[in-house]
């Protein structure tokens, strides 16, 4: 079992940034990738960004490509989401995931650990 915990959420005026932290522990070998993914209310979850667990190869959501960045940091286990020039629109429940498999996967289905999810609220 693979156990992931978001932090970093909160409220931002538009224009503003936040930093996600994904920590993950347990079985972190069997991890190939991480993904964020956000859930407005009344909408569908959708994929944010991705990373391989290793680092380097990442891939993102054209709605936030040039303003996110994911990274990892290797020792601490840990994935960052860096968010910069947040929209109104980014507002959502922010949910890290994990996958054993090794593409870089855009689909939630797709993932087979998930966290608990970090609110994050951009306001106009």
């Known amino acids: 079992q693979v156990q992931l915990v978001e932090s970093g959420g909160g409220l931002v005026q538009a224009g503003g940034s936040l930093r996600l932290s994904c920590a993950a522990s347990?079985?972190?070998?069997?991890?190939?990738?991480v993904g964020w993914f956000r859930q407005a209310p009344g909408k569908e979850r959708e994929f944010v960004a991705t990373?391989?667990?290793?680092?380097?190869?990442?891939y993102y959501a054209d709605s936030v490509k040039g303003r996110f960045t994911i990274s990892k940091d290797n020792p601490e286990n840990t994935v960052y989401l860096q968010m910069t020039s947040l929209k109104p629109e980014d507002t959502a429940v922010y949910y890290c995931?994990?996958?054993?498999?090794?593409?870089?996967?855009?689909?939630?289905?797709?993932?087979?650990?998930w966290g608990q999810g970090t609110q994050v609220t951009v306001s106009s």
């Open positions: 990373i391989r667990w290793s680092g380097g190869r990442s």
């Open positions: 347990g079985h972190t070998f069997s991890v190939s990738v």
């Open positions: 995931a994990a996958r054993g498999g090794n593409g870089l996967s855009p689909s939630r289905y797709a993932y087979d650990y």
